[in-house]
C-alpha cells in the first residue's frame, strides 16, 4: 500500500468572531487496492479527524465556535 506524506498549512477564519489562525497539519495519503485515496490527519503526532469536516473542526480559542478548516497550500 503506497503512502505519500505532506504538510498541510490549513487557515481557519471564525466566521462569528473573525479570528484567524494557521495549523500545519501532517498529512498522510493511502491508497486502498482498489485505487481508493485516504487522507489521514495529524498534530503533534496525534491521529486528529480531519480538519476540513464538521467533526474535525478546531474550536476558535476567542469565543469556542467550532472553524472548518481551509487549505492554503500543501507541501
Ligand atoms: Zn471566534
Not at 504538510?7 to 486502498?32: A, L, S
Not at 465556535?65 to 497550500?73: C, Y
Request: net charge positive; proline share 8%.
Amino acid at each position: 500500500m503506497p503512502v505519500e506524506t505532506g504538510v498541510d498549512h490549513v487557515e481557519f477564519i471564525c466566521p462569528k468572531c473573525g479570528h484567524q489562525w494557521e495549523r500545519q497539519y501532517g498529512v498522510r495519503h493511502c491508497e486502498t487496492p482498489s485505487g481508493e485515496v485516504r487522507e489521514y490527519f495529524q498534530i503533534g503526532g496525534l491521529w486528529v479527524l480531519p480538519p476540513y469536516t464538521a467533526a474535525g473542526a478546531p474550536r476558535c480559542v476567542r469565543c469556542g465556535r467550532r472553524v472548518i478548516g481551509r487549505l492554503n497550500g500543501r507541501h
